[in-house]
């Protein structure tokens, strides 16, 4: 069975061609053209463009990954794409592709959750997750934790109540001068200078909930660099830049991985899955796996970030469990989790 999965829910195009196999899934092309060089001249993602880039990107990355497959449209059996949540132009680009190219190709086309996606990336590589277990999800607008019963079975177990993660290391980068995009920036940054020598907030770390806040922390260090501090002189800090983007980076991973130890706990689950761009940072995936008493399992980092292949993998699951879309499909760009769909085998086969 051949899916076909398209992303367009934010700055990446993503188009992925996945064959599912006795053997298991089988990525036959996952191609992803970013659109970072066009917004970076805004230190931001701008949508107007990010939905004009994705028309135009579309149509030959498709050609390319039915090239890259070894197959054509016809050779198609399922065309799995984003619904939300996102930008709603970037969104409603990628679906009515998907419905037109379902339509023409006489196939079926099948709505998916983005961050329902994100987690499917743990699909794409061995081993795959045994429910029960906790997501840590942490993308540049969501930093969620989740406890599921089943692959397509999820309960938000908290949530951020203000910037997400990779919001704050997108928001710290470009106040320390860093560019755009941040996390990347801030993870090479870092690299190498010394951890924890700043007095940076961990905000909510000791709060008995499962939620998050990220806010106070982007506050603290914009007055850090301002060289604002209560009862000492106004001068810029004498770290360098390196050495601050390392003590946010250990601030941040902090609140993650305290977290996610308290939601394993609570939850009794043995398993940790990672899922969103965030997790393609270094010392978050190294943290997880040294401090969490679980199986911590993590895409492959290039299936972190926004894809396509994800989106196949989550389709097919929920193709297979029964889910149509029609359409009539509308981009929502505030979706919400879909409701559990219990009893789905942790496998994904044919
Ligand atoms: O999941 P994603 O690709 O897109 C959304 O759905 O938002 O996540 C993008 C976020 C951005 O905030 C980006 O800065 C962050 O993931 N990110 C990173 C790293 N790579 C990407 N954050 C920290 N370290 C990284 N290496
Ligand atoms: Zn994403």
Known sequence: MRVLGIETSCDETGVAVLDLTA?????????????TDVHAAYRGVVPELA????????PPLLDRALADAGCTAGGLDLVAV???????????????????LAYASGIPVVPVHHLEGHLWANWLGPPPPDA????????????????????????????TRDDAAGEAFDKIATLLGLGYPGGPAMSRAAEGAPHRTLDFPRPMLHDPSL?????????????HVRGDRPNEPTVPPPESVDEIAANVQTAIVDVLVAKA??????????????????????????????????????????????NGAMIAAAGAARFAAGVRGDLTLNA???????????????????
């Open 51 to 58: 939905s004009r880039m994705h028309e135009v990107t579309l």
């Open 82 to 100: 984003t619904q939300g949540p996102g930008l709603v132009g970037a969104l409603l680009v990628g679906l009515n592709f998907a419905k037109a």
């Open 23 to 35: 053997e298991g899934p089988r990525l036959l092309a996952n191609l992803v053209a970013s659109q």
């Open 211 to 223: 939620d998050f806040s990220f806010s106070g922390l982007k506050t603290a260090v914009l007055y």
């Open 132 to 159: 029960p277990f906790v997501t840590l999800l942490v993308s540049g607008g969501h930093t969620e934790l989740w406890y599921s019963t089943g692959p397509l079975a999820h309960r938000r177990l908290g949530r």
């Open 332 to 350: 929502h760009p505030a979706l919400p989790l879909p409701d559990p769909i219990e009893g789905v085998p942790c496998a994904l086969v044919p």
């Open 261 to 306: 130890r308290r939601a394993l706990k609570l939850t009794g689950a043995r398993v940790l899955c990672g899922a969103g761009g965030v997790m393609a940072n270094a010392e978050l995936r190294a943290r997880l796996a040294d401090e969490c008493d679980a199986e911590v399992l993590v895409p492959p980092r290039d299936l972190c970030v926004d």
